[in-house]
């Protein structure tokens, strides 16, 4: 096993309130250099986002009406060579912008949007579509300028769908699959002739909030990509290609964010699961639960955790993958600070990240990772408008 040690490079006043969204990280501009993307809200109203350089700088930022929760999508929509950044906010409107924050196009959405975005070719034109959903049910697919392609509701149009669909050709005919979970389904969508068509839907037991984003691998090494979601109704579900369920496991709590894929440590070609669940009931926050599963659903650690995303990536070149967690010191059930640590397969702390100043009374954001230059950089925003970034 090979040594594994970050150092602080810096830390950021970005704004003065949360940074929402998941920071995202790409070189728009061509220079070598990563841009890191991340949606926030602005302390009298209204929200951002804001475009930071390596060093922490804030080299432009675009501002909308309302807050940004969603994470952005930064990929070459317009195919001239050049990468586009779209996100959207609160206010229901989708904004592409271009390398220097100047905006390309604006959508409007029915109601506010906080999903996530993802960008595929569709209909192999050469040319992306850009799929997320709003806050009243509703699943779009822009074309790459802009322009609304296709939509679908889902059963509950009260039910906002907050993350962007997984997409992957499961049967093999060379169509893609779209595979949305929002309310209490998970839909798979096939697109034909310009409108999707509905091949199957799996409904959950209850989820009065619905369910996280769906994953979609070969979780077993069969040869067939398996769907894994989980569901605020506390179970974990597997379904197969063809949305009949596999197994579903009951867990202590409710699954609010996707499941995270990491390669398994015992059986080749496998893939475990890391989740994490909110303790509580309903507008109750008393921490979080994050699990790691094998396929055959055998819990390979459990620990508490504050914070929901859980990145997985072999840091040390051992062919192993690492995860970081958010944790926190409690005095008389109050957190005091908070801190990350890294844990090997087996849930074992191997290493840490060196908490700098503002960390201890400031709750982190969620976490990405990025490989630089032969170098991982770990990204975090926080509620305080601070971004952090370690190497």
Request: contains cysteine; aromatic residues 12%.
């Amino acid at each position: 096993m090979g040594n594994i040690s970050f150092s602080l490079r810096w830390a950021r006043q970005i704004t003065d309130t949360f940074l929402y969204s998941q920071p995202i990280t790409a070189d728009v501009d061509g220079d070598g250099k990563l841009e890191i993307f991340i949606g926030a809200g602005l302390l009298f109203g209204g929200g951002a986002l804001f475009c930071v350089d390596e060093d922490g700088n804030v080299k432009w930022s675009y501002r909308t009406s309302r807050r940004v929760y969603s994470t952005p999508v930064v990929t070459d929509l317009l195919w001239d060579d050049k990468k586009e950044i779209v996100f959207g906010s609160l206010n229901g409107e989708v904004y592409c912008l271009g390398a220097n924050g100047k905006l390309i196009w604006r959508f409007l959405a029915r109601a506010g949007v906080e999903s996530t975005f993802t960008a595929y070719d569709l209909d192999k034109d050469g040319r992306k579509e850009v799929l997320f959903g709003d806050n009243k049910g509703k699943l779009y697919c822009l074309r790459s300028g802009g322009r609304l392609w296709w939509s679908f509701d889902i059963d509950d149009e009260d039910m906002a769908i907050l993350y962007s669909p997984a997409i992957s050709d499961l049967d093999g005919n060379g169509a893609p699959d779209i595979i949305l979970g929002a309310g209490n389904c998970i839909y798979d969508l096939e697109v034909n002739n310009g409108k999707p068509k509905l091949k199957w839907k799996y409904r959950t037991r209850n989820s009065t909030f619905g369910v996280t984003a769906p994953v979609v691998e070969d979780f077993n090494g069969d040869g067939k990509r398996e769907i894994v979601i989980g569901s605020n109704d506390t179970y974990l579900y597997c379904l197969s290609s063809e949305g009949n369920m596999i197994w579903e496991m009951k867990l202590d709590n409710a699954m609010l964010t996707p499941p995270t894929v990491t390669p398994s440590e015992t059986k080749e070609e496998c893939y475990d699961i890391i989740i994490s669940t909110k303790v509580g009931g309903m507008g109750e926050f008393k921490g979080v639960i994050t699990y790691r599963i094998d396929y055959n659903q055998r819990i390979l650690w459990k620990q508490d955790t504050v914070s929901y995303a859980v990145p997985s990536f072999d840091m040390d070149g051992d062919g192993r993958y690492e995860a970081i967690l958010t944790k926190d010191n409690l005095t008389v059930g109050i957190p005091e600070s908070y801190y990350f640590i890294i844990v090997r397969g087996n849930g074992s702390p191997c290493s840490h990240l060196p908490n700098p100043p503002g960390m201890n009374d400031t709750f982190p954001g969620r976490v990405s990772v990025s490989f630089n230059e032969g170098s991982y950089l770990i990204l975090a925003g926080s509620v305080t408008g601070i971004l952090f970034c370690w190497e």
